[in-house]
């Protein structure tokens, strides 16, 4: 009878976190949890006789919850309880660790008495994330563009689908050979959008999965041709521009103007219009760089009555309790003020409020690409131009009608943001007259 009322009232003891005597180093209900936690997170060697975690579910034969995990101070396990245990046998080391914890746990305990606490509950580890979460993960810590994010998403998606919803951990080098000869051959897509396919599915293998396989290297990807841009004539861009109006003529000749990048136009803010030294600032442009190019002098005053209906836009935004706008790289927290203030506005702001996919925040992005696309190809067909005309067409104009005016091609490198100058060298094809400044023999007739 006493040793049963001896185990009761240590089982007691253990529910209420209460210390032991000396010979039971793990002197508590809190360091019991504590070291369950250890032991799923391998922080500590497990050790012989520890109790299982208590189940809540679970029942006792006198119809009480099983008390937390600790050690016995002597008897025989009770295989109905499972509550105390015999004292376990250690090393020294392991000795040394337990004795070490307990203190701490010993004073962490004493501590949450005294402020009249609960005792600290041992979350639950989180599930493993979905694979596309992960990859999410993967290319956002490498600070890769949110366009690319989507790409590589996508191409993920595709491949696991075309492969029946297998996980990519069980296909191999024959699938991946197949998935991209399907896009090649029965897709019929162009060169660089297969070898885009081809990254995103290494960057999933190699960077999000780890898999350093021997085939990663031998897939073979898409030979790159070598295509001369379209170019349209300086008439040709008059008739363009004379038929685009309102924001997007001034978008379409900022273009030609300055030959910048769709994107990087659109993500133009206003501190960065330098409108004295006639020159804008692109920031984060391709490839995570920053440079200057010219403000043509014809669009200095359009510019700027442009700005102005747009800072009465901001103004009406801010008195409605709004007016912020998305900044990169955590700026709105080192700078709390600076989502509202005017320097940071986008020069061609959306007309209406979107929510950020990141974040859920609501903010006045800038305007969509699709909606400057439509435009200029709209223009394009009423004013009889039957060469694909695109915005990036009138970069291409730029770069073009400078070589022709006698401009040296490192500075038009230096305006285009082109790391080499080979890329540049394309727009000389048009610089001799004729096909390579050569006269047909038919002309001598």
Request: aromatic fraction near 4%; charge should be positive.
């Given at each position: 009878m006493d040793g049963t009322r001896t185990r009761s009232a240590f089982r007691l003891m253990c529910r209420r976190g209460e210390s032991l005597n000396t010979r039971n180093p793990l002197s508590g209900a809190p360091f019991?949890?504590?070291?369950?936690?250890?032991?799923?997170?391998?922080?500590l060697p497990k050790l012989g006789g520890m109790a299982k975690k208590p189940n809540a579910s679970s029942k006792t034969s006198s119809g009480l919850t099983p008390p937390s995990p600790c050690f016995g101070g002597g008897g025989r396990r009770k295989a109905a309880t499972a509550a105390v245990g015999d004292p376990p046998r250690m090393s020294p080391t392991q000795r040394a660790v337990v004795k070490s914890a307990a203190r701490l746990?010993?004073?962490?305990?004493?501590?949450?008495?005294?402020?009249?606490?609960s005792p600290p509950v041992v979350p639950e580890l989180p599930a493993p994330a979905r694979l596309l979460d992960r990859l999410r993960h993967a290319l956002r810590v490498r600070h890769y563009s949110i366009r690319t994010e989507q790409a590589y998403v996508d191409w993920v998606r595709r491949f696991?689908?075309?492969?029946?919803?297998?996980?990519?951990?069980?296909?191999?080098?024959?699938?991946?050979?197949?998935?991209?000869?399907?896009?090649a051959v029965e897709?019929?897509?162009?060169?660089?959008?297969?070898?885009?396919?081809?990254?995103?599915l290494l960057f999933l293998y190699r960077e999000v999965l780890g898999l350093r396989l021997p085939w990663l290297d031998e897939v073979v990807g898409?030979?790159?041709?070598?295509?001369?841009?379209?170019v349209l004539t300086p008439g040709e861009v008059r008739q363009l521009l004379a038929h685009v109006g309102g924001t997007m003529g001034l978008v379409a000749s900022l273009l030609y103007g300055t030959g910048m990048r769709?994107?990087?136009s659109l993500r133009l803010r206003v501190k960065d219009v330098e409108f004295e030294r006639r020159e804008l600032v692109i920031r984060d442009g391709k490839g995570a760089k920053d440079r200057v190019t010219v403000l043509p002098e014809n669009l200095v005053l359009p510019l700027q009555s442009h700005l102005g209906r747009v800072r009465a836009l901001h103004q009406r935004d801010l008195a409605s309790g709004h007016g912020d706008v998305w900044l990169p790289d955590a700026l709105d927290i080192k700078y709390p003020g600076a989502p509202r203030e005017w320097g940071w506005q986008f020069v061609f702001p959306s007309t209406v409020r979107s929510i950020d996919p990141r974040t859920g925040a609501e903010h006045r992005h800038h305007l969509n690409e699709n909606t400057v696309q439509k435009a200029?190809?709209?223009?394009?067909?009423r004013a009889g131009i039957v060469k694909p005309c695109s915005p990036h067409v009138l970069r291409h104009s730029f770069a073009t009608h400078l070589l022709q005016a006698g401009y040296d091609i490192?500075?038009?490198?230096?305006?285009?943001?082109?790391a080499d100058v080979k890329t540049t060298m394309i727009y000389t094809h048009v610089l001799n007259r004729g096909g390579r400044g050569v006269r047909s023999p038919l002309d001598q007739i």
């Open positions: 019991g949890s504590f070291l369950w936690a250890m032991r799923r997170g391998n922080g746990a010993a004073a962490s305990a004493a501590q949450t008495r005294a402020a009249g606490l696991i689908l075309f492969n029946g919803k297998r996980h990519p951990v069980d296909l191999g080098a024959g699938e991946v050979q197949a998935f991209l000869t399907h896009l897709r019929r897509v162009a060169s660089p959008t297969q070898n885009q396919a081809k990254s995103a898409a030979k790159l041709g070598r295509r001369l841009p379209v769709l994107l990087e200029v190809a709209l223009a394009a067909r490192r500075t038009v490198q230096e305006l285009l943001g082109h």
